[in-house]
Structure formats: structure tokens, C-alpha cells
């Protein structure tokens, strides 16, 4: 009991206590404030996650320094040995021992130049956060003649000298977290940590082609990319010209928000091994839903599980965009997120949209000529104006089938070659499309109505979508026990067999493969597509087959059908002439 007080009194003041000027209490003061080694470390558990967190700040460094060249070296995965050298600026003896101090920065002065801040760094966080966390030393010359020195280790300061070096600066960062052991058991296996680094090396080579990057692990050399013209010139060094000719560009501007880079043609993306890589006013940011509207704009043309390959570098204002949201800047927070989604969703769809898009067979031109060369000398007719728009009709081109599945002719460029049943797939789907989100699709009443069985859950099917069904042309109404009968059904082409198209897109119905109210009607559409088109195999007259080409090069996204597979290829005539000796 505190001294003063009487027995049945509280030793305090509560709310509806009375002051006792006799009481005195002297309460422990619990809050203290941090060592600045230690403050250090829990900036460094922000910035410093593994050893790419560490190259991706020292390289983002070396780039705001101006660098042209920057070579990474690392041991053991970076936990043993991270070193960074460039060719920048460097730095004098007191920006030096400055930089190494907390929210010491050269790129802000004030708040408000967080607003559009233009370079890779600005906190003044990672250099300290680093040295904090490792056996640090930092080697720079502003001129190629006097350089500085400085060693740390776990961000005390060790020694400071004097040193002859080549203009730029080289920071070497040894033992990263021997003084947070925690830490450093939660870091991967060498082999993951080393595909981590080449990644975050992979991202800031993307965003800077014009620098040149070399990355060694245990003296093996990783990357090594000279300075490229362009960023598809970078993308085909860093993974090759395999990948590389499977990219669209992409360049789509609307407003403030420019959008630049590729999308894998749909015919090569795959469910695995996909590269999706997205870039604010040049800096790497991680945003699954930019992505993810990206892939939206492959609208009708992927099969469920493909996933594309993406590059996108995203530009606007900086007033736009707030980058100041995660120390490892790896995040940003866009003024307008919908705006920015529709815009790169809109892009990727225009870049897919040409025929441009179609897959080339062999080497030569990548890409398919807007315009077919007509073998009678007729002027060549537009192929891309809506179909829908009645125009002067063009002579018959030269067509040929072969194998009753494909349909050849001459382009400005080569050959063509049309696979028929993904051609007329990618023509109903867009016609269907127009039909479900409009009146409807005209149909044909039968002379004789059809009349088919259903199980119970296909009937189910059917009295729950009789409207969607109508609008493809269907009309069905119940007959007796587990009968329908159809009075109308569409007719898409000479062969459609409706009795089967109608049953297979029932039992697809009733299995609930269309899946969420968002996306039904454009999976509805396109199994429709699928069960009605011409197949394969079957014999077309050469007016037909005039047809469907001319309405193939009058669609949206006539390079692909609704599984992702290509409707058209490219035969260049450069190589029909090397190989028959011509070149």
C-alpha cells in the first residue's frame, strides 16, 4: 500500500476519485526510444527481404546514377557475397558518408517532389538498411581520379580511407543478416535465391535497355546483355528470339495513361512459364490486377488454363500515381485504378486485333498483309471494313482446299492458310455475340419440328436458359415426359446439324461450364461457335470458302479462334524462295 493511503482507499486518482495532495505516485516510464542500429534493422526488415531485395536497390541506384554498365556478382545465392559495380556518377568523400545515413536522398528536397518523383530511389532507406543487416563497404570516385572507401559493419562504421579507382561506384555487401540469424534462416535454398536475384536483374534490364547488365553467380555468368536499341531487341536477349517473335507491340494511348510493350500471341501462351511483367513511369510494380485486366483483353481468343506472356510499361502523370506507398516501392496507388485497368485491357485488345497477329510459318515477315492480291489484276478490296456495311463486291480471289480443312490463297506477302473450322468458329462467335447482347439471332422456323429427348437436369438446363437459347436462334418448348420441341433453329451454314448442336450445348448447360452470370455469355457464345462451325473434313465450294475468308478478315480478332488456336498462318514469300533457291 502506497504510503499516505488509508486502508480501503485507492492509491490513485480514478474518474470519480478526489485529488489527495498527499498521494505521490511515480509511475516506470516503459517507452524508450531506439538504438539507431536498431531502428536500421527494422528498416531493413522493409527494404531488405532476401538478397534480390539488396541487388534491386543497389542496381536501381546505379541507374539513378546515371550508369551505362553495371555488373552483379553474388556467392552463395547473395547470402555470402553481393557486389554491384557500376560506372555511374560515384559520389565525393562527404556525399558518400552522407548517403550511408538514414533518409539522406539526392532525389527530393520537399514533400511535395514526392509528387512525379522520376528515379528509382528517393527515401534515402536502402543503403543504411543494408549496411545495417551485413559487413558493408562502399568503393566510389566522382571523377576517376580520388575515390572513398567506407566499411560498416552491422551499421557501425568501421573505416574510412582514401582509394585510386575508375569513375562510378561499387558497393560490396558480405554476410547479409550475420547479425539477425533470424532472418537469415527464413532465406531459401541457393539455387531459389540465386532465380530470385537473376529476376529482379531480368526486371531493371527490361525497364533500361539502353545499359548494359551482366550478372555472375559463383564466377558462372547468368546474364549478360549489351546495350539494345529497343525493348524487343532486350527482350531477345535476355530470353531468346523464340519468345521474342511470339510478342504483338502494343502502343494504345487514351487521356493522361500511354500504354507500350507486348502480348504473346494467344496460339503460343501456355498454362505455365508465362512472363508478366508490369512498369509505372519506368519502375518494376507488382499489380496482379493490371495483369489480370490485361488478360481480359484476350477476350475469346485463350483457351481456360493458357496464360499469356505480358510486358507492359504503363505512362502517366505523376500527379496520377502515388509511388510512395512500400518502402521496397515494389507497390503504387493509381488516382483513377478502374481508368488505368480498362486502358491496358483496351491496349492488349487492339494489339490482338490486326491480322497483324496471325503466326507466321517459317522466317521472313512476321506479320499478314491487310489487303489479298486478286489473281484477275481487280483492285485489292479492304478487308477490315465491317461486313456488316455493304460494299462493292470483288471478283473471286484464287482459293484452294486442301485436305477439306484448310483454304489457301495469295496475300500481299505470301501465301495464306486458313483453317477452316477455327475461321468459321471466330466468325460466329462475334456474330453470336452481337446476337445474345442485342435482339437476337434470326432464325429459321422447320418445316418439321424436331423433337429430342433430355434427361432431368438437361431439361432443367433448358427452362432455365430457354431466353439464352432463344437468342441463338432456338426456340424450345416442352412436349411430353422428357421431350422438348424445336420450332426454330439457327442456321449458321448448308451442313449446320441443329439437332446435335442443341443437345451438346445442353449437356454443356446442364454440367454448369459456363460458369459465373459475368463471363456466360461470351462462354455460351463461344461453345456455340465451337458446335455449329463448318468442321474439319468437310468439302466447300468455292464460293463458301470466298465467304468465309471475306468474313474472316472482316472480324474484330480474326487471328485466332475462341480457343486461342490461330485461324490463319503466314507462308512469307521470302522463304518460299529460300527454299527453292531463289535467295
Known amino acids: 500500500m502506497a504510503r499516505g493511503a488509508s486502508p480501503g482507499r485507492r492509491p490513485w486518482l480514478g474518474a470519480r476519485g478526489r ?8 509511475s516506470a516510464v516503459r517507452i524508450a526510444v531506439l538504438a539507431p542500429q536498431v531502428a536500421d534493422q527494422i528498416a531493413a526488415g522493409e527494404v531488405v527481404e532476401r538478397p534480390a531485395s539488396v541487388v534491386k536497390e543497389l542496381v536501381e541506384n546505379a541507374l539513378d546514377a546515371g550508369a551505362r554498365a553495371i555488373r552483379v556478382e553474388i556467392e ?68 576517376g581520379v580520388t575515390g572513398t572507401r567506407l566499411r560498416l559493419v552491422g551499421g557501425k562504421r568501421e573505416a574510412v580511407d582514401d582509394v585510386v579507382r575508375q569513375r562510378g561506384t561499387t558497393v560490396t555487401v558480405r554476410a547479409l543478416f550475420f547479425n539477425t540469424p533470424a532472418r537469415r534462416k527464413f532465406l531459401r535454398a541457393q539455387a531459389t535465391e540465386t532465380r530470385a536475384v537473376a529476376e529482379a536483374v531480368t526486371l531493371l534490364a527490361l525497364t533500361r535497355p539502353d545499359t548494359a547488365f551482366t550478372l555472375s553467380s559463383d564466377e558462372r555468368t547468368l546474364i549478360d546483355v549489351r546495350p539494345a536499341a529497343d525493348a ?44 508478366g511483367y508490369v512498369f509505372v513511369r519506368g519502375r518494376p510494380i507488382r499489380d496482379p490486377f493490371i495483369l489480370r485486366a490485361a488478360e481480359a483483353g484476350y477476350r475469346s481468343t485463350l483457351a481456360p488454363d493458357d496464360r499469356p506472356s505480358l510486358i507492359l510499361f504503363l505512362d502517366l502523370p505523376g500527379d496520377a500515381v502515388d509511388v510512395n506507398v512500400h518502402p521496397s516501392k515494389l507497390e503504387v496507388r493509381f488516382r483513377d485504378k478502374f481508368f ?25 515477315d512476321s506479320g499478314f498483309g491487310a489487303r489479298v492480291s486478286w489473281s484477275d489484276g481487280s483492285v485489292p478490296q479492304d478487308l477490315f471494313a465491317d461486313p456488316r456495311v455493304p460494299s462493292p463486291e470483288p471478283r473471286a480471289p484464287p482459293l484452294l482446299q486442301v485436305f ?12 495464306a492458310i486458313v483453317d477452316q473450322h477455327s475461321a468459321h468458329e471466330r466468325v460466329l462467335y462475334e456474330r453470336v455475340m452481337r446476337q445474345l447482347t442485342g435482339d437476337g439471332a434470326p432464325a429459321q422456323r422447320l418445316l418439321l419440328p424436331l423433337t429430342l429427348d433430355f434427361s432431368g437436369p438437361e431439361l432443367e438446363a433448358i427452362e432455365a436458359h430457354r431466353e439464352l437459347l432463344r437468342r441463338v ?52 457464345a463461344a461453345t456455340f461457335a465451337c458446335r455449329a462451325a463448318i468442321k474439319a473434313g468437310q468439302r ?29 498462318v503466314q507462308l512469307p514469300k521470302g522463304e518460299l524462295e529460300r527454299r527453292f533457291g531463289r535467295s
Open 19 to 26: 485529488s489527495d495532495p498527499a498521494v505521490t505516485v511515480q
Open 404 to 415: 477439306d480443312t484448310y483454304i489457301l490463297f495469295q496475300s500481299d506477302s505470301g501465301v
Open 232 to 275: 524487343i531487341e532486350r527482350v531477345a536477349a535476355l530470353w531468346g528470339g523464340a519468345l521474342a517473335d511470339t510478342l504483338l507491340p502494343i502502343a494504345h494511348r487514351e487521356g493522361p495513361l500511354e500504354v507500350r510493350g507486348f502480348a504473346q500471341r494467344p496460339a503460343q501462351a501456355k498454362p505455365t512459364g508465362r512472363k
Open 76 to 143: 552463395d545465392g547473395g547470402k555470402s557475397l553481393i557486389r554491384v559495380s557500376d560506372d555511374g556518377e560515384g559520389m565525393g568523400r562527404a556525399d558518400a558518408e552522407l548517403a550511408l545515413s538514414r533518409h539522406a536522398t539526392s532525389k527530393i528536397r520537399e514533400a511535395a517532389d514526392l509528387i512525379g518523383v522520376g528515379t528509382f530511389g528517393f527515401r534515402g532507406e536502402a543503403l543504411p538498411a543494408i549496411a545495417s543487416v551485413s559487413r558493408f563497404e562502399l568503393e566510389t570516385s566522382p571523377d
Open 540 to 568: 466447300l465450294e468455292v464460293e463458301e470458302m470466298r465467304e468465309l475468308v471475306l468474313r474472316l478478315l472482316g472480324a474484330t480478332l480474326p487471328a485466332h479462334d475462341v480457343h486461342g488456336r490461330p485461324t490463319i
Open 340 to 364: 488505368v485497368e480498362k486502358v491496358v485491357q483496351e491496349a492488349v485488345r487492339g494489339a490482338l486485333g490486326p491480322l497483324t497477329a496471325a503466326a507466321p510459318l517459317g522466317a521472313g
Open 473 to 524: 436462334g432456338f426456340e424450345v418448348e416442352p412436349f411430353s415426359g422428357r421431350s422438348v420441341v424445336v420450332h426454330t433453329a439457327p442456321n449458321p451454314h448448308p451442313r449446320f446439324d441443329a439437332a446435335r448442336c442443341l443437345q451438346e450445348l445442353v449437356a454443356d448447360l446442364a454440367g454448369g461450364r459456363f460458369g459465373a452470370l459475368a463471363n456466360r455469355l461470351e462462354r455460351f
